[in-house]
T-cell receptor, first 104, second 115 residues
């Protein structure tokens, strides 16, 4: 099956900083999504983005399908952005996640 | 927006007993539901995929007799952990999608503790 790798595994930011999270996948995908899991365990679907670029407020994502990676950008980070960010391909294959801590 | 309700959110049970977890899609018909298990500080591991009206498809290594999944209607799937043991303690999460929809909506998870 498709392997999904995320980097970095951990990220600590000061409030207001920007960050980029990366997701590499081992084969072509038709379904790539980004999720945020808050500290209480709730998962929120951020983007469905098999290709191209999407933006939603301070978050945006870009998937370059031909090069098998996706990027999640967080701008002007806030403490509420803390949690774990996962990407997942079809077949519900999740990466190991990036644990983000935003400090006030 | 799409809402998936999962309950209970937390359950403690004794070894040897069975526990049922419900996952309901509240405002859409979920043709497919997924069940995951998540250990502390780890990623989600897909356990099984269930399509309404048919038997669930289990991932390799997941015991179908241990984790019984029923998807009897387009809005409800249940996961029953049978004869639970302490090693079954984990965070269980469901998600749902439907034909023509993009993306998945997750339940809020169930933290199971077996004592």
């Amino acid at each position: 099956g498709i392997q999904v790798e995320q980097s970095p595994p951990d990220l600590i930011l000061q409030e207001g900083a920007n960050s980029t999270l990366r997701c590499n996948f081992s084969d072509s995908v038709n379904n790539l999504q980004w999720f945020h899991q808050n500290p209480w365990g709730q998962l929120i679907n951020l983007f469905y983005i098999p290709s191209g670029t999407k933006q939603n407020g301070r978050l945006s994502a870009t998937t370059v399908a031909t090069e098998r990676y996706s990027l999640l950008y967080i701008s002007s980070s806030q403490t509420t952005d803390s949690g774990v960010y996962f990407c997942a391909s079809e077949g519900q294959r999740f990466g190991a996640g990036t644990r983000l801590t935003v400090k006030p | 927006g799409a809402v998936v309700s999962q309950h209970p959110s937390r359950v403690i049970c004794k070894s040897g007993t069975s526990v049922k977890i419900e996952c309901r899609s509240l405002d859409f018909q979920a043709t497919t539901m997924f069940w995951y298990r998540q250990f502390p500080k780890q990623s989600l591991m897909l356990m099984a995929t269930s399509n309404e009206g048919s038997k669930a498809t289990y991932e390799q290594g997941v015991e179908k007799d241990k984790f019984l999944i029923n998807h009897a209607s387009l809005t409800l799937s249940t996961l029953t952990v049978t004869s639970a043991h302490p090693e079954d303690s984990s965070f269980y999460i469901c998600s749902a999608t439907a034909t023509g929809r993009y993306g998945y909506t997750f339940g809020s998870g169930t933290r199971l503790t077996v004592v």
